[in-house]
T-cell receptor, first 113, second 115 residues
Framework: GNSVTQMEGPVTLSEEAFLTINCTYTATGYPSLFWYVQYPGEGLQLLLKATKADDKGSNKGFEATYRKETTSFHLEKGSVQVSDSAVYFCALSDQGGYQKVTFGTGTKLQVIP | EAGVTQFPSHSVIEKGQTVTLRCDPISGHDNLYWYRRVMGKEIKFLLH????????ESGMPNNRFLAERTGGTYSTLKVQPAELEDSGVYFC?????????????FGPGTRLTVL
């Protein structure tokens, strides 16, 4: 079955530091890949996605590239802000608009001033 | 446009009691999903409705959990009787009926604590 493995947290960074959160996956076929974010007290929000190999998803300064050869979808941001403090979930779903999403365990990021 | 809403936001009950969670999807979304995150672990799929029909309920942990979606609008998830291991955050998500868009829109979740 499908599975997602992401680095365990918590991750603590100083403001303006570079962020990488590693994510690898196991799936049959060609899944769509996602990063979701949950800010304190809020629900899950889609941060970015990629639907085919070598696609790069980006949003709010975050980027992730769909690497089929390494089955990875690492999240990066060049300069984090305090407002980026949240829990980040890597996820995948099989192609098709009504497939269940398989999530990783989540990585808590804390950015300190 | 209103997003996915869930009620209540928090629920604290004792073991053996019954709790009903409610989810209102985005208007017009035929697909409705329930997920659960137990403490510190991954968010796991519970089940999927297409309109009022259960499309996939492979993630439901046991027969103490009952989900319904009467009329294909809002959905309820009842836990009866609740056990300690049912504690966690229950998320609902919805999406339109399409093959082109994989995005599911999530609600804020209901935090369930069973004492």
């Amino acid at each position: 079955g499908n599975s997602v493995t992401q680095m365990e947290g918590p991750v603590t960074l100083s403001e303006e530091a570079f962020l990488t959160i590693n994510c690898t996956y196991t799936a049959t076929g060609y899944p769509s890949l996602f990063w979701y974010v949950q800010y304190p007290g809020e629900g899950l929000q889609l941060l970015l996605k990629a639907t085919k190999a070598d696609d790069k998803g980006s949003n709010k300064g975050f980027e992730a590239t769909y690497r089929k050869e390494t089955t990875s979808f690492h999240l990066e941001k060049g300069s984090v802000q305090v407002s980026d403090s949240a829990v980040y979930f890597c996820a995948l779903s099989d192609q098709g608009g009504y497939q269940k999403v398989t999530f990783g365990t989540g990585t808590k990021l804390q950015v300190i001033p | 446009e209103a997003g996915v809403t869930q009620f209540p936001s928090h629920s604290v009950i004792e073991k053996g009691q019954t709790v009903t969670l409610r989810c209102d999807p985005i208007s017009g979304h035929d697909n409705l999903y329930w997920y659960r995150r137990v403490m510190g672990k991954e968010i796991k799929f519970l089940l999927h409705f297409v309109k009022e029909s259960k499309q996939d309920e492979s993630g439901m942990p046991n027969n103490r959990f009952l989900a319904e979606r009467t009329g294909g609008t809002y959905s309820t998830l009842k836990v009866q009787p609740a056990e300690l291991e049912d504690s966690g955050v229950y998320f609902c998500a919805s999406s339109p009926w399409t093959d082109l868009n994989n995005e599911q829109f999530f609600g804020p979740g209901t935090r369930l604590t069973v004492l």
